[in-house]
């Protein structure tokens, strides 16, 4: 149980162009997930909080224009990079919760974005 | 800020022996507390909840959390080259709080 999905599983992409990422809760309905975004030999960095039906919520110092993030249904949530720099290149992970417990999360297979 | 310290190793440990993982937080309100493992190129996985001081056996895993040295740490008992692998603490003000990582530990188990 408690079953993830993300896609794609990798992706490049030119810079200034925009990217889509797919997050599934596969088993279980998600009212809340979360995306995150790690950097090499550095610790998951939450970027927003999404909730079903309502706009998400962003960390500070990450671009809500930059990073859309559409959560239309209790098992689907879409994070769009927009106009993607190479800094940008990173390990993207969704996260999502299947109970009452925000903290518990389980996490998608992340996905690998290379902007060149 | 809150922050979530742990050694960043690498721990090496013989197969077979107990592998010890520390985490300190500074948060005094945090009420929950996970240990994820993450494997290279993978993302974490859940291994072990505590939500109350004492310790959590699951398994050859164990938890144990002390609020009031805000310290929680994992035991792994006769360990395995597959538990060679990051982990990661992670700690909530609650049921409802957002996840603060620490850094994450290399294990590395050797055979």
């Known amino acids: 149980g408690a079953v993830v999905s993300q896609h794609p599983s990798w992706v490049i992409c030119k810079s200034g162009t925009s990217v889509k990422i797919e997050c599934r809760s596969l088993?279980?309905?998600?009212?809340?997930m979360f995306w995150y975004r790690q950097f090499p030999k550095q610790s998951l960095m939450l970027m927003a909080t999404s909730n079903e039906g309502s706009k998400a919520t962003y960390e500070q110092g990450v671009e809500k224009d930059k990073f859309l993030i559409n959560h239309a249904s209790l098992t689907l949530s879409t994070l769009t990079v927009t106009s993607a720099h190479p800094e940008d290149s990173s390990f993207y992970i969704c996260?999502?919760?299947?109970?009452?417990?925000?903290?518990?999360?389980?996490f998608g297979p992340g996905t690998r974005l290379t902007v060149t | 800020q809150k922050e979530v310290e742990q050694n960043s190793g690498p721990l090496s440990v013989p197969e077979g022996a107990i592998a010890s993982l520390n985490c300190t937080y500074s948060d005094r309100v945090s009420q929950s507390f996970f240990w994820y493992r993450q494997y290279s190129g993978k993302s974490p996985e859940l291994i072990m909840s505590i939500y109350s001081n004492g310790d959590k056996e699951d398994g050859r895993f164990t938890a144990q959390l002390n609020k009031a040295s805000q310290y929680v740490s994992l035991l792994i008992r006769d360990s395995q080259p597959s538990d060679s692998a990051t982990y990661l603490c992670?700690?909530?003000?609650?049921?409802?709080?957002?996840?603060?990582f620490g850094k994450g530990t290399k294990l590395s188990v050797k055979p």
């Open positions: 992670a700690v909530s003000q609650g049921s409802q709080g957002n996840l603060i």
């Open positions: 996260s999502a919760s299947p109970g009452g417990r925000v903290d518990e999360q389980y």
């Open positions: 088993d279980f309905q998600a009212t809340t």
